[in-house]
């Protein structure tokens, strides 16, 4: 369950995956709670142009690798049942889901600080760059807040 | 000394492309100087270096072997 | 969007419903963050006896208005774009999913936050009652930690 | 006076059914007295009282048209 998992997914998180995944804890019965976090691709305007989509890429080999110590850090601080993570790569547009966050616990606290933190934690460590592209085709960078 | 740079986000618009070979540079520190002399905006560009797939905070000696990356900040999410 | 709604639905919340409930948010493009908790029935042992399911039962007036107060009190504190509740009825098989929060925003913190408030509000608040079943059809009501 | 009490979770055990219908009472406290003495188990049992839906902390007037409940404590989620 530690070892390292590719993360990246090409194209948008679909709700349908998000509900096999959920589905799939259904025969973990020791869960009592599970806490999603979904990114999604927001519409803004930039000096007066909407952004119509994300293009993400990443340096996977980093990231995933990243990703697996950030996983074993939540492991060992809370009490989880189980984690996934899921980031998408290529161009997602606005309205799309770009990032999955999914943590199972047998109780709420450790379930929902996992995901914050796993949240606070990928955007900060992990190797990914979106490019925002605007409604003309001009692009500009995208800045983690 | 042959050492590939992979370059990332964006700053492959400053080096026009996703890798850079380099001759020369036995170091971080020279591979950064090799660097910002061919493409001079890399000096005003924010960015960490990293080596192995670990970013480095001091000057890390590399080969042909080890795997150098610039990476300018995350927004990754 | 802050009249009175129904929270209760009876039986287990199914995934595919999820899913359908994310879908639904493509079309709000000034959303960037979904915070999803959900409450799934643990097979717990009591007494050596294992919990085969919960059945709820509920004062479902009076928490459908309190529910309406907490949602009021969220959309005051935090800045949401939408927040959805639905909390099961009847019978729910361990394993099964028996509560559904969801809240979304333009921003990470505010959905995260309001969604794991409306979690802890509606726990302290909301006139629900689970019956722990056991696998011998005896039972123990349920206390919330 | 008539009044009809609802009575959840835990405590349907004591009262054996959902609503108890009580006479001659005409607050919330001559309500749990009468309730008490009938079902003697309620004085050992922890609940609140709502009136029309909002729990009430003090004793509060009720007639045949007020919605009076026993709540035991929730446990929903």
Same mark, same amino acid.
């Given at each position: 369950?530690?070892?390292?998992? #590719? ?14 995944? @959920? ?26 142009? +909407?952004? @119509? ?11 995933? $690798? ?12 809370? +009490? =989880?049942?189980?984690?996934? *993570? ?5 161009? @997602?547009?606005? %309205? ?12 709420? +606290? ?5 995901? $914050? &933190?796993?949240? $606070?934690?990928? +955007?900060? &460590? ?8 605007? !409604?003309? &085709?001009?692009?500009?960078? /995208?800045? #983690?807040? | ?11 492959? !618009? @400053? ?7 380099? $001759? ?10 090799? =660097? ?5 905006? =890399?000096?005003?560009?924010?960015? *960490?270096?990293?080596? #192995?797939? /670990?970013?480095?905070? &001091?000057?890390? /000696? ?5 795997? *150098? ?7 990754? %999410?």
């Amino acid at each position: 369950m530690h070892s390292k998992k #590719n993360i990246f997914v090409q194209g948008p998180v679909d709700a349908a995956f998000i509900a096999e995944s @959920i589905q799939q804890h259904s025969n973990k019965t020791g869960i009592g709670a599970h806490s999603i976090f979904l990114g999604q691709v927001r519409a803004d305007e930039k000096d007066g142009k +909407k952004v @119509i989509g994300i293009a993400y890429t990443a340096y996977e080999d980093m990231a995933n $690798e990243q990703m697996t110590l950030i996983r074993e850090a939540m492991f060992e601080k809370y +009490k =989880l049942t189980c984690m996934h *993570v899921y980031h998408s790569l290529g161009q @997602i547009a606005s %309205g799309q889901l770009c990032l999955f966050v999914f943590t199972s616990a047998p109780h709420r +606290k450790a379930a929902i600080d996992a995901c $914050e &933190e796993t949240v $606070e934690r990928l +955007k900060a &460590e992990l190797p990914v760059w979106g490019r925002e592209i605007m !409604e003309d &085709e001009s692009f500009q960078w /995208k800045i #983690n807040q | 000394m042959f050492v590939e740079i992979m370059v990332f986000g964006q700053l492959t !618009e @400053i080096t026009g492309s996703a890798t850079v070979a380099l $001759e020369g540079a036995a170091d971080t520190d020279a591979v950064l100087r090799l =660097l910002q002399t061919r493409y001079p905006r =890399l000096t005003g560009s924010r960015y *960490v270096v990293a080596v #192995n797939k /670990k970013i480095i905070t &001091e000057n890390t /000696k590399v080969g042909n072997t080890d795997a *150098v990356a610039l990476l300018p900040p995350f927004s990754g %999410g």
